[in-house]
């Protein structure tokens, strides 16, 4: 302990590494399908350790950390939380909104009968919620108040206590209400409302094989040898073909290029490429299939595209397919389809929104000019803009700090507040104009993940020294309250959602998840119903309540 005691005095940075490496690995033990995760096992940590060592780290880095996080946030939800305040979307917005002012209430009105002071309801609100950007904003809040260094650390600990108690069961009860509660409340089998909100939005269709849609069927290529299709032109049998194509012929060794005109003859080795469906259909027209590593050896890209073009917003798949000539769409496949970084299904009656990003398939030349018609292409490895995300902080940080009197009262975003607005005008400026502000999936990750889970190790390792009076004062009255405000909100949202707004049952069960932000909730519903479509619930409500709750932190100290 000495030699320990030695290093975090002289490094007193290392217990927070030391707090990601034992919180990550903590966070990735599994009791049954539940896992802590990163940053609750990074708080944990964090508080053990402050409990063991009081190591202190100043209050900037907390603040640095923090900021990259809700910047993170705000980037990534931005083009969802602006998209989504249109008509086609406005029932999911009040489906998030009715949610979310539910769990506000609740949060507050517990707070005063349980007799919570600011910390520990901040705790609350924020771990039954299993929204960590509360604890941010609320900690921002109170700093405003200028209170004494004794009560501020203790307000500080009594919040990281209160989200500790809480947080496992905002987690898991979400999942347990949405994935088995909730279907039985509604009257409906998941799996069949799920197999007919795909046929409906296929055209009345099914998918290739029940409960699996297109974004499971990778695009594929795949060679033939030509015996059914002697001596037919190319151009006759390939308008056979659908959504496949010709992409190379092999005839005595010798290349032959794919034109129109081309005769195939018996012996031939064709290789074609498409959807899995497509493929294995034309390939019956064909012959039978063989391993040519020469017939597949042709040039293919895929490119990441991200969809700004106006003409086909607002559009389904299947609208889009026909406002763009085939010319557009030859030789080119739609290999995935993603929103916020969550895999939408592929049907025809998925609709498009601005900065949803899609995998284009097939020749490099053709899948440059489908990019050019929908959107704009990102760079191959992706390069990030710190610039505009430096300036992106740097306005929220400045909007934060400005403050008006309401009835003599200051009122202020504060930080954390000042640079979520920002991030989300900064993510919505980006996906108009891609051409600025780029921020490839994996360094959004980086930013949030790193960001969040240093912030709560941060919260932890400062709030360890009073957590066993914090527990001792309120613990199991903080537990039973969690379970409150974790399924109140939801009971509410459910009955408002279904009864009210007339939203689908599937469509309403990732609302849900979205709206109490609870990702690994929208997984269980979505291997319930054995399909993807709860995702189209999920990323407006997602968006809109990551804003509103971590909104909520200073209006919790506020009215506490």
Same mark, same amino acid.
């Given at each position: 302990?000495?030699?320990?005691?030695?290093?975090?005095?002289?490094?007193?940075?290392?217990?927070?590494?030391?707090?990601?490496?034992?919180?990550?690995?903590?966070?990735?033990?599994?009791?049954?399908?539940?896992?802590?995760?990163?940053?609750?096992?990074?708080?944990?940590?964090?508080?053990?350790?402050?409990?063991?060592?009081?190591?202190?780290?100043?209050?900037?880095?907390?603040?640095?950390?923090?900021?990259?996080?809700?910047?993170?946030?705000?980037?990534?939800?931005?083009?969802?939380?602006?998209?989504?305040?249109?008509?086609?979307?406005?029932?999911?917005?009040?489906?998030?909104?009715?949610?979310?002012?539910?769990?506000?209430?609740?949060?507050?009105?517990?707070?005063?009968?349980?007799?919570?002071?600011?910390?520990?309801?901040?705790?609350?609100?924020?771990?039954?919620?299993?929204?960590?950007?509360?604890?941010?904003?609320?900690?921002?809040?109170?700093?405003?108040?200028?209170?004494?260094?004794?009560?501020?650390?203790?307000?500080?600990?009594?919040?990281?206590?209160?989200?500790?108690?809480?947080?496992?069961?905002?987690?898991?009860?979400?999942?347990?209400?949405?994935?088995?509660?909730?279907?039985?409340?509604?009257?409906?089998?998941?799996?069949?409302?799920?197999?007919?909100?795909?046929?409906?939005?296929?055209?009345?269709?099914?998918?290739?094989?029940?409960?699996?849609?297109?974004?499971?069927?990778?695009?594929?290529?795949r060679a033939f040898e030509v015996s059914a299709a002697s001596e037919r032109a190319l151009s006759e049998l390939t308008s056979q073909f659908g959504r496949a194509s010709v992409e190379r012929i092999i005839r005595d060794g010798e290349v032959i290029e794919p034109a129109s005109g081309v005769v195939l003859k018996t012996g031939d080795v064709v290789a074609i490429a498409g959807r899995?469906?497509?493929?294995?259909?034309?390939?019956?027209?064909?012959?039978?299939?063989?391993?040519?590593?020469?017939?597949?050896?042709?040039?293919?890209?895929?490119?990441?595209?991200?969809?700004?073009?106006?003409?086909?917003?607002?559009?389904?798949?299947?609208?889009?397919?026909?406002?763009?000539?085939?010319?557009?769409?030859?030789?080119?496949?739609?290999?995935?389809?993603?929103?916020?970084?969550?895999?939408?299904?592929?049907?025809?009656?998925?609709?498009?929104?601005?900065?949803? $990003?899609?995998? @284009?398939?097939?020749?490099?030349?053709?899948?440059?000019? !489908? #990019? =050019?018609?929908?959107?704009?292409? %990102?760079? &191959?490895?992706?390069?990030?803009?710190?610039?505009?995300?430096?300036?992106?902080?740097?306005?929220?940080?400045?909007?934060?700090?400005?403050?008006?009197?309401?009835?003599?009262?200051?009122?202020?975003?504060?930080?954390?507040?000042?640079?979520?607005?920002?991030?989300?005008?900064?993510?919505?400026?980006?996906?108009?104009?891609?051409?600025?502000?780029?921020?490839?999936?994996?360094?959004?990750?980086?930013?949030?993940?790193?960001?969040?889970?240093?912030?709560?190790?941060?919260?932890?390792?400062?709030?360890?020294?009073?957590?066993?009076?914090?527990?001792?004062?309120?613990?199991?009255?903080?537990?039973?309250?969690?379970?409150?405000?974790?399924?109140?909100?939801?009971?509410?949202?459910?009955?408002?959602?279904?009864?009210?707004?007339?939203?689908?049952? $599937?469509?309403? @069960?990732?609302?849900?998840?979205?709206?109490?932000?609870? !990702? #690994? =909730?929208?997984?269980?519903?979505? %291997?319930? &119903?054995?399909?993807?479509?709860?995702?189209?619930?999920?990323?407006?409500?997602?968006?809109?309540?990551?804003?509103?709750?971590?909104?909520?932190?200073?209006?919790?100290?506020?009215?506490?």
């Amino acid at each position: 302990m000495t030699w320990t005691n030695y290093i975090l005095k002289a490094a007193p940075e290392t217990a927070l590494f030391i707090a990601l490496a034992l919180g990550h690995a903590l966070g990735r033990v599994r009791l049954g399908t539940f896992c802590l995760g990163g940053v609750a096992g990074s708080l944990l940590v964090g508080l053990v350790l402050g409990k063991l060592t009081g190591v202190t780290l100043p209050e900037s880095l907390r603040a640095v950390f923090f900021a990259l996080f809700i910047y993170a946030v705000g980037f990534k939800s931005g083009p969802e939380f602006f998209g989504g305040l249109n008509a086609s979307s406005l029932k999911l917005v009040l489906s998030s909104v009715v949610q979310c002012v539910t769990a506000l209430l609740v949060v507050v009105v517990l707070a005063r009968l349980c007799g919570f002071n600011k910390g520990f309801a901040a705790g609350l609100g924020s771990g039954a919620l299993t929204q960590t950007a509360m604890l941010g904003t609320a900690a921002g809040a109170l700093s405003q108040l200028h209170l004494a260094p004794d009560q501020a650390a203790q307000y500080n600990s009594q919040m990281a206590v209160g989200f500790a108690i809480t947080y496992i069961f905002g987690t898991v009860g979400t999942i347990i209400f949405v994935q088995s509660i909730a279907p039985r409340l509604l009257g409906v089998d998941l799996k069949q409302a799920a197999r007919e909100l795909e046929g409906k939005m296929s055209g009345g269709g099914q998918s290739a094989r029940p409960g699996y849609l297109a974004p499971f069927v990778p695009v594929v290529a795949r060679a033939f040898e030509v015996s059914a299709a002697s001596e037919r032109a190319l151009s006759e049998l390939t308008s056979q073909f659908g959504r496949a194509s010709v992409e190379r012929i092999i005839r005595d060794g010798e290349v032959i290029e794919p034109a129109s005109g081309v005769v195939l003859k018996t012996g031939d080795v064709v290789a074609i490429a498409g959807r899995l469906e497509a493929v294995l259909e034309a390939g019956r027209l064909v012959g039978h299939e063989i391993e040519s590593r020469e017939a597949l050896s042709f040039a293919a890209r895929a490119a990441t595209v991200v969809i700004t073009d106006r003409r086909v917003l607002g559009l389904n798949l299947g609208q889009v397919r026909a406002l763009l000539d085939q010319a557009n769409l030859s030789n080119v496949y739609l290999g995935s389809l993603k929103r916020q970084g969550l895999p939408l299904p592929i049907l025809a009656g998925t609709e498009l929104r601005r900065g949803d $990003v899609a995998e @284009l398939v097939g020749r490099p030349e053709q899948v440059e000019r !489908a #990019a =050019a018609t929908v959107g704009s292409a %990102e760079p &191959a490895g992706g390069k990030s803009d710190l610039a505009y995300h430096a300036l992106g902080i740097v306005l929220g940080t400045m909007l934060g700090l400005l403050s008006a009197n309401v009835g003599g009262i200051p009122v202020t975003l504060g930080v954390g507040g000042g640079v979520l607005v920002s991030g989300l005008c900064f993510g919505w400026w980006h996906a108009r104009y891609p051409v600025h502000g780029g921020l490839p999936g994996p360094a959004q990750w980086v930013l949030s993940e790193l960001g969040l889970s240093a912030f709560a190790a941060a919260i932890g390792l400062s709030a360890g020294p009073k957590a066993i009076a914090a527990v001792q004062e309120h613990g199991v009255g903080l537990l039973l309250a969690g379970v409150v405000v974790t399924l109140v909100p939801l009971f509410v949202a459910l009955y408002f959602a279904r009864h009210v707004l007339k939203l689908n049952p $599937v469509i309403l @069960l990732g609302a849900l998840c979205g709206g109490q932000t609870v !990702a #690994a =909730a929208l997984s269980a519903v979505n %291997e319930a &119903a054995d399909s993807m479509t709860p995702v189209l619930g999920f990323t407006v409500t997602y968006a809109i309540a990551n804003v509103l709750l971590a909104v909520w932190g200073p209006v919790i100290v506020g009215f506490t």
